[in-house]
């Protein structure tokens, strides 16, 4: 048994791969398609569905009134 202490210790590091460079872009892809998504159907501020709603459940009057004669020929 010999131990020889000269011996180059092996290099068990390892280099990491280079990232592919289309991998960027579609992760930047996917950021932008999730932030369209997001914004497209996030409720905005400026619409509002608090009239539509109102409009909606109101009830017509149950008395009828008549239709509006037309005005007289000369």
Do not use: E
């Not at 892809?29 to 501020?45: E, K, M, N, Q, R």
């Not at 539509?52 to 239709?67: G, H, L």
């Amino acid at each position: 048994m010999s131990n020889h202490l000269n011996k180059p210790s092996p290099d068990l590091r390892t280099t990491p791969a280079p990232q592919q460079p289309w991998m960027s872009w579609i992760t930047i892809l996917v950021i932008i398609v999730v932030a369209a998504l997001t914004w497209s159907f996030w409720p905005h501020a400026s619409t509002t569905y608090s009239n539509v709603a109102a409009q909606t459940t109101t009830q017509r009057s149950t008395t009828t009134t008549q239709p509006a004669t037309a005005p007289a020929q000369q």
